[in-house]
């Protein structure tokens, strides 16, 4: 079958369009993957004008706080939208101030030439899974250093729900810079914003269109069904993630092995031609599946499902796991308390965290040492509180007490280490846990934008939290700007059921509330939906609220992870301060799990960093900084380790606590003494280990 290719040569001439292959691909390793849908576009950059991981932009770009701007704010070009793209992207997960590690201890210039641009090849396609007609965006980038004799092969799904180039910066920037293909996946989220009102969507370039033409993402309504929507809820959005109907979560795994068959075509459509050289097959590649966060679960889950071998070794860090619950072991960090409700799925840790974290971010042990917690307004937080209690959640006689008690039901009833308390606050500000809540219960019980789940939905809103059209300059960046889960991008979460008239969630005040309480009746209906009961009264759920409630455990149970990687070598880093992805539920009961499942054949190694948490790029901030040490550079060890493992045969260090040191002043610029190494033959007291049926964790 032949297939025409659309090839964007960029150079120092510019943009020169032609047809770059017509040949039959009639070997079985050339063959374009069955999943594929719709054409192949690929880009050479030639590492001057422009480049694979920094868009041109250079290490000195990246770290600049200006951001490259478009031509035309209302129409820019595909390219000037990946610039942006890789820019945030890059800078979201990768801390880039002075002295923060940034250009000493990682950054595209480190052991790669001053400014590390990476001249080679970029191919990206829309694919699907079997069974699903949403696409999802795959790429594989080919760098010119690539060594077609010694080929070797990074997986980057994205982190969190981002875009295709959501791991530009750490799965990329580390695989590019060894000279390996490095496969993208966006997963099944990505940014996918379409606009209800005028059916606007984005091409797989960023670009807006409202033809009809393969998109990121349509919601599934008719024209007849969407006006009706528009009528009753105008200047909506609906987002890929949240909304696509699909669960994609339950398919990461195969999104990214179906990432990993698409390079395996991308290098041999480019090196086939040479018959000097054998085809390039995971018989003769190394290929690590990596990432961090979501991506780093999606790497986890691919590993454990990859029947035909096309995974050597897995290097994550922090990864989104949703373990199988085995209740047949326990957790304990020192002298502590045994941890037995481990394995809590990330809906139901994350929606005890959007009803009582706004409430806890006043507890009198954490409100005051807690940084960034000024954001948060002290109104907002007794509010909060105040409605807790009403409602018979917390307990005492003011809000002091009423705050300590919702932080004891995150630490003691949820899990929530301590250690991950003090920048909880500042990720409730930034709306980390509420908008996970929406997206995740929307996206497992497959909910369309039109059911509104919690009274929930996504639009623009002004300076008083209410509904307005989206500013046309910003839907046009959004595919740059966007991290694929609102708010984001200046489209908010809005509490269509609030007091009033829809509000924007954290000013918004819930019916059963006279004052602004950040929506509390809809974050509790989305915890009623995660726990399967009422959370206010604890009695049964019924009517559509049962069979959402079904429909969503059942989308939990397809995407826990099973334990067994197969025998690969895997590395898992892990912050302990992680307040996001708390370790009780995910990297810790993994790590047991999989010694229970593979037993004494388990090359799985687990290093928890102290003084480490899970956005980096929050230490640019004076009282984040100065406590915690970037795990950045400890997940690109991870990739060493590993990367030492399949090619020279190396013993992985064993499971330990890394006891990272912090700056103690942010102007002070991180050092090596901050960093140390993760150990070969680690102290007694820091191993870490599976005793028995207890996982032992030094403190």
Known sequence: MKRIMICTLIGATGFVLSACNDSDNTSEVNQVPGFIQGEIQRTDYDGVTDDLLTAGLGATGLGSATAPAFSDPLNPSPS???????YNNYRALVDTSAGGGYGEFFGPGVGNGTEGMIPGQEYIAFMTVPGSDVPVTVMA???LSFDPQNPCMITAPSSGSRG???AIGTAGEWGLKKGCAVVYTDKGSGTGAYNMETNAAQRIDGTLTTADEAVQFRADLTDAERSDFNDAWPDRFAWK???SKANPEADWGRHVLQSVEFGFWALNEQFGSDDNLDAITPENTVVIASSVSNGGGSSVRAAEQDTKGLIDGVAVSEP????VVDTGFTIRQGAGTAITEHSRSLLEYTTALAVYQGC????PAIRDQAPLNVLNAQAVRDNICNSLANKGLVTGADNDERATD?????????GIQPEQNLLAPVHFASNV???????YANAYGRAGVEDRVCGLSMAATDGAGAVTPFAPAAEAAAFATSNGIPPTAGVSIVYDDAEGQPTALPGSASPSSSSADYGLDALLCLHSLALGHDAVTGNPLSGDDAVLAGAIAGGIEEIRATGNLRGKPAVFVTGRADAILPINHTSRPYYALNQRVEGATSELRYYEVLNAHHLDVLNQFAGVGDRYIPLHHYYFQALDLVWERLTSGATLPPSQVVRAVPRGDIATPLAQSNLPEIADQPADEDRISLVGDELRIPE
Do not use: K
């Open 80 to 86: 000037e939208l990946r610039r942006l793209a890789i």
């Open 141 to 143: 980038q080919i760098p």
């Open 164 to 166: 295709v180039y959501g």
């Open 241 to 243: 993630h949240a909304h």
């Open 320 to 323: 989104n796991v949703n373990p």
């Open 360 to 363: 806890a971010n006043n507890a």
């Open 406 to 414: 919702a932080l004891r039901i995150l630490n003691e009833e949820f």
């Open 433 to 439: 846990a509420q908008s996970i809540s929406m997206t």
